[in-house]
């Protein structure tokens, strides 16, 4: 069981950063992959990136790609998502998510391939 507590959003005008934190409990985090997704209103739930469980692999959609990285330190239980030159549709609830690794690499990137959710949290930015 792992439980997740997201946390770092925000209002944020255009062009500006936030950086959202997501904890873990447990003592088996380094055992799962880690994947940020978001959903704005009237659409649908979106993989905007992923990290191995340990850190050797990360993917970044297309839409978020040289803008957001994702980073995780498992010493702390804590998967990371840096977002720089926010633009309006950026806004969304975004919530990380954990999905069991089978082998280092792996990297899931559908939704029903991870198991735990956090809350999520709310990503505002204006123009």
């Known amino acids: 069981q792992v439980q997740l507590v997201e946390s770092g959003g925000g209002l944020v005008q255009a062009g500006g950063s936030l950086r959202l934190s997501c904890a873990a409990s447990g003592r088996t985090f380094s055992s799962y992959a880690m994947g940020w997704f978001r959903q704005a209103p009237g659409k649908e739930r979106e993989f905007v990136a992923g990290i191995s469980r340990i850190g050797g692999a990360t993917y970044t959609a297309d839409s978020v790609k040289g803008r957001f990285t994702i980073s995780r330190d498992n010493a702390e239980n804590t998967v990371y998502l840096q977002m720089n030159s926010l633009k309006p549709e950026d806004t969304a609830v975004y919530s990380c998510?954990?999905?069991?690794?089978?082998?280092?690499?792996?990297?899931?990137?559908?939704?029903?391939?991870?198991?735990?959710w956090g809350q999520g949290t709310q990503v505002t930015v204006s123009s």
């Open positions: 998510a954990a999905s069991w690794a089978r082998y280092n690499y792996h990297l899931p990137r559908l939704q029903n391939e991870y198991a735990y």
